[in-house]
């Protein structure tokens, strides 16, 4: 079992960044998916909520407006499109399979003033 994010780097406050996460290893049309992010010396949070068909998202309050999460199943692959971004956002963003428990490696998201 594989969950290997991407598309992680630096921007610039208000700029965009997408993230994608590729899954192997399980049926990933079958599982909701999650996006999490970690600060350094923060709690690890939960940014994002995809169900297995696509068709019900869910997010965080401070994301909203400013963050859609995807899939696509055909792809066995996950998306997170954050604009606006925030210096306070910068992390390390995870993506998750919640009831397998299995996570990425992360990729880290650094967000400039």
């Known amino acids: 079992v594989q969950l290997v994010e991407s598309g992680g780097g630096l921007v610039q406050a208000g700029g965009s960044l997408r993230l994608s996460c590729v899954a192997s290893?399980?049926?990933?049309?079958?599982?909701?998916m999650r996006w999490y992010r970690q600060a350094a010396g923060k709690e690890r949070e939960l940014v994002a909520h995809?169900?297995?068909?696509?068709?019900?998202?869910n997010y965080a309050d401070s994301v909203k407006g400013r963050f859609t999460i995807s899939r696509d199943n055909t792809k066995n692959t996950m998306y997170l499109q954050m604009n606006s971004l925030r210096p306070e956002e910068t992390a390390v963003y995870y993506c998750?399979?919640?009831?397998?428990?299995?996570w990425g490696q992360g990729t880290q998201v650094t967000v400039s003033s």
């Open positions: 998750n399979a919640p009831t397998l428990g299995y």
């Open positions: 995809i169900v297995s068909s696509g068709t019900s998202t």
């Open positions: 290893g399980f049926t990933f049309s079958r599982y909701s």
